[in-house]
T-cell receptor, first 113, second 117 residues
Framework: GENVEQHPSTLSVQEGDSAVIKCTYSDSASNYFPWYKQELGKGPQLIIDIRSNVGEKKDQRIAVTLNKTAKHFSLHITETQPEDSAVYFCAASEETSYDKVIFGPGTSLSVIP | GAVVSQHPSWVICKSGTSVKIECRSL??????MFWYRQFPKQSLMLMATSNEGSKATYEQGVEKDKFLINHASLTLSTLTVTSAHPEDSSFYIC?????????????FGPGTRLTVL
């Protein structure tokens, strides 16, 4: 089955700086890679996703890149703000009849004002 | 759009009792819903996948007789933790996929905090 690794586990940045979180996956058949933001005590919120036929996707301050050959994908947050502080999870699809996703272990991001 | 709710948001129960958690898609129909469990400072672990009108598919290591899942309609799935014990205390989160959606996008509920005394 799919295995997703994520680095770093914790990340502190100054407000206004950029943050980068990297993930690797094991199943070359995976074709869907979402990123979720989870605030304390809440459910995950989809912030951006990318599919295997695309190498990069942007949405305002957030961008995701995908390297299928190397089986890794990254989340880039620019001009970070204190409200970006949360736990971020990457995930990768697993090819089953229900297309479930497997989550990485998470990255706790702290944006220091 | 694509809002998922869970009820209750938190519950405290005595050891040995059963607890039911509801997951509803409020503004869309969901043929597939997923149930996750999350322990403190850990990632989400998929417990089971439920499809409307059929039996749930459980992940390896998840006891199907302990975690009963019912997906009776296109907007409601329920998870019942039977004979709950303190080790079942966790954050339970559901997600739903839009019926007919060709993508894999899952929309998550706010979670239910279960504490078993």
């Amino acid at each position: 089955g799919e295995n997703v690794e994520q680095h770093p586990s914790t990340l502190s940045v100054q407000e206004g700086d950029s943050a980068v979180i990297k993930c690797t996956y094991s199943d070359s058949a995976s074709n869907y890679f979402p990123w979720y933001k989870q605030e304390l005590g809440k459910g995950p919120q989809l912030i951006i996703d990318i599919r295997s036929n695309v190498g990069e996707k942007k949405d305002q301050r957030i961008a995701v890149t995908l390297n299928k050959t190397a089986k890794h994908f990254s989340l880039h947050i620019t001009e970070t703000q204190p409200e970006d502080s949360a736990v971020y999870f990457c995930a990768a699809s697993e090819e089953t009849s229900y297309d479930k996703v497997i989550f990485g272990p998470g990255t706790s991001l702290s944006v220091i004002p | 759009g694509a809002v998922v709710s869970q009820h209750p948001s938190w519950v405290i129960c005595k050891s040995g009792t059963s607890v039911k958690i509801e997951c509803r898609s409020l503004d869309f129909q969901a043929t597939t819903m997923f149930w996750y469990r999350q322990f403190p400072k850990q990632s989400l672990m998929l417990m089971a996948t439920s499809n409307e009108g059929s039996k749930a598919t459980y992940e390896q290591g998840v006891e199907k007789d302990k975690f009963l899942i019912n997906h009776a309609s296109l907007t409601l799935s329920t998870l019942t933790v039977t004979s709950a014990h303190p080790e079942d205390s966790s954050f339970y989160i559901c997600s739903a996929r839009l019926a007919g959606d060709l993508t894999d996008t899952q929309y998550f509920g706010p979670g239910t905090r279960l504490t078993v005394l």
